[in-house]
């Protein structure tokens, strides 16, 4: 099972911008990580597991952090987006000598093809930081259950010690 993920974590790279972080992932690796793979719990190799344990904890935390990062962005990116079309829009009103309203401005923004696009994209995001922080809480229940199995394994082998 390790050596699936060292290939996916392999394929997977950072590239380091001037103002940003890019995660270069190829199509379809996370398929290669089903839920089901991660989920399930070798428990005749025990040290094994917690070795895929720390890697897929650390490739769902660093993917957590790039969602956030473009969810973070695209967020940033509408508050600009909103001034420059109300501003747009308001101009537009005023060159037509049309009654110029918050109400109105706010309709015309929010009716913008940028404006929907932008805001999809941060649903899109959104879903996507949802999605790795529920991973990343079962990973955390996981590493609990190893825990566990690992204090179970030992006690036993200290009984049948004694």
Not at 41 to 49: A, G
Not at 59 to 85: C, G, H, P, W
Request: aromatic letters at 6%; zero cysteines; hydrophobic letters at 45%.
């Amino acid at each position: 099972m390790s050596d699936a993920l060292d290939q996916v974590l392999n394929k997977i790279s950072l590239a380091f911008g001037n103002e940003s972080v890019e995660l270069i992932i190829p199509d379809n690796l996370l398929v290669e990580l089903s839920l089901y793979k991660i989920a399930k719990i070798d428990t005749n190799d025990l040290e094994e597991e917690l070795i895929f344990q720390s890697k897929v904890y650390m490739l769902f935390s660093t993917l957590l952090s790039y969602v956030t990062d473009k969810y973070n962005r695209v967020e940033a990116m509408i508050e600009q987006l909103e001034s420059r079309l109300a501003f747009k829009y308001e101009k537009d009103l005023i060159a037509r000598d049309d009654r110029v309203s918050d109400k109105k401005i706010e309709k015309l923004v929010s009716a913008d093809d940028e404006m929907a696009e932008a805001v999809q994209q941060r649903l899109h995001y959104k879903n996507m930081v949802t999605t790795f922080a529920n991973v990343l809480k079962g990973l955390e229940q996981r590493a609990d259950m190893l825990i566990q199995l690992v204090s179970k394994r030992k006690r036993e082998i200290e009984q049948r010690a004694v």
